[in-house]
């Protein structure tokens, strides 16, 4: 139906990261997108939670989440890597049109094209996707749970710059001041598949997105 919510499936690698799974599950609450993510990623994720991180099973009783579906038949998914072959599975069951992984390159283009959707780094997601609205909701809500030490909206601004230069950038009128710089390389593939980002429609081929939008959006 025209008004259900677009499903983007967490991989891992995203729940693991606190300010990161938070950014996107608030952010998302303010514009048609529905996170989700399977039991197979949960027991994943929670093996690299950081000490006092709250746990996932807490975490989807606070905003009343379900587990999504486990996919079938992973192994058909022969050209993407085995570790991630029943993550891939598990976005397909969802009916998820996005990926959001930090290991993108880990994602067959191939299998991608097959299933008609796209995996995405997330800080090229959120600058994508979210609204300002979307994005200072996420941070005051953030500034407002942190106590130790107490940080201002525009200093959690600056401090999200170190992980997420790409969103800080698309909001950076927001805030006075500039962001942190980033701490590590930007990965080498933030990208890849062939859904539009951004319009969500589906190209022939992966080639003719550029940075996760289709000619129309990239203008």
């Known amino acids: 139906m025209a008004n259900d919510p677009t499903v983007v499936f967490l991989d891992a690698n995203v729940l693991a ?4 799974r938070t950014l996107l ?3 998302a609450t303010d514009t048609p997108l529905e996170v989700v993510w399977s039991a197979y990623v949960e027991t994943e994720a929670e093996r690299h939670l950081p000490e006092h991180a709250m746990p996932l099973l807490a975490l989807r009783q606070r905003h009343q989440f379900e587990l999504s579906p486990t996919g079938d038949d992973a192994e058909r998914f022969t050209t993407t890597s085995a570790t991630d072959r029943q993550v891939l599975a598990d976005t397909f069951a969802a ?5 959001v992984t930090e290991d993108v390159d880990d994602i067959a283009e191939e299998d991608l094209a097959t ?3 796209t995996a995405i780094h997330p800080d090229l997601f959120m600058a994508l996707r979210f609204p300002r609205s979307a994005y200072l909701l996420a941070v005051n809500l ?5 106590k ?3 940080r201002t909206a525009a200093q959690m601004h600056a401090l999200l710059g170190r992980k997420h230069p790409r969103l800080t950038a698309a909001h950076a009128e927001a805030f006075d001041g500039q962001p942190d710089a980033p701490t590590d390389p930007e990965p080498r593939v933030l ?18 997105l550029r940075f996760g939008l289709c000619v129309d959006c990239q203008h």
Not at 95 to 99: E, K, M, Q, S
């Open 95 to 99: 009916g998820a049109r996005f990926l």
């Open 142 to 146: 953030m500034v407002a749970a942190m």
């Open 148 to 150: 130790n030490p107490p």
């Open 191 to 208: 990208v890849r598949g062939v859904r539009c980002v951004r319009c969500e429609s589906v190209v022939e081929t992966w080639t003719e």
């Open 115 to 117: 299933l008609r959707m």
């Open 17 to 20: 990261k606190p300010l990161t």
């Open 25 to 27: 599950i608030v952010g």
